[in-house]
């Protein structure tokens, strides 16, 4: 079936680079992505990789796509307070978008 | 260019009420989908529209919730009989009409219902 798995916490001090892992399960996902949702607010599209690619960078951002382990992580370099939030890694199964659970990110001062 | 649109933002209903959720998509959308965000969970797919079509409903629970999407106006996700259980966020997504640049869904901010 599909399922997408991430690490529920982490905890970052701040300046130092973020890495949020995910795992998913259906190989057939064209595209993977990776939202972020702040307290009682909506998701908001933070980058996205096409199946076919193994690598994007977005300023500070880089999605790494591991296809035969079916592993994706998303590294936040340079870590900010405003980068705390809940990171959602989710993939497209047919129509619909499947997400995990959340990782949860704590900056540390 | 608005962003996909929910009201109300938060809704409060007894148990046994009927909840009302609307959803209008952004400008040029003609895909809606429906999600529950359970709390300290990731989303959960519900249902897929397309004007006046229902395209995928198999994240719908049986009974109670229906959905729909009308030539005119916004989509209105209804939850009949509400239990405490349906407490959630209920979050909107649009999208294109199919083409063969990135698909994605843009998503709105979200309506909370609370049933006490």
């Known amino acids: 079936g599909e399922d997408v798995e991430q690490s529920l916490f982490l905890s970052v001090r701040e300046g130092d680079s973020s890495v949020i892992n995910c795992t998913y399960t259906?190989?057939?996902?064209?595209?993977l992505y990776w939202y972020k949702q702040e307290p009682g607010a909506g998701l908001q599209l933070l980058t996205y990789?096409?199946?076919?690619?193994d690598m994007k960078q977005d300023q500070r951002l880089t999605v790494l796509l591991n296809k035969k382990d079916k592993h994706l992580s998303l590294r936040i370099a340079d870590t900010q307070t405003g980068d705390s939030a809940i990171y959602f890694c989710?993939?497209?199964?047919?129509?619909?978008?499947?997400f995990g659970k959340g990782t949860r990110l704590h900056i540390l001062p | 260019n608005a962003g996909v649109m929910q009201n109300p933002r938060h809704l409060v209903r007894r148990r046994g009420q009927e909840a009302r959720l609307r959803c209008s998509p952004m400008k040029g959308h003609s895909h809606v989908y429906w999600y529950r965000q359970l709390p300290e969970e990731g989303l959960k797919f519900m249902v897929y529209l397309q004007k006046e079509n229902i395209i995928d409903e198999s994240g719908m629970p049986k009974e109670r919730f229906s959905a729909e999407f009308p030539k005119e106006g916004p989509s209105i996700l209804r939850i009949q009989q509400v239990v405490r259980g349906d407490s959630a966020a209920y979050f909107c997504?649009?999208?294109?009409?199919?083409?063969?640049?990135?698909?994605?869904?843009?998503f709105g901010p979200g309506t909370r219902l609370l049933v006490l």
């Open positions: 997504a649009s999208s294109p009409p199919r083409t063969r640049a990135m698909e994605t869904q843009y």
């Open positions: 990789i096409f199946s076919n690619m």
């Open positions: 259906d190989s057939s996902s064209t595209y």
């Open positions: 989710a993939e497209k199964g047919g129509d619909k978008i499947i």
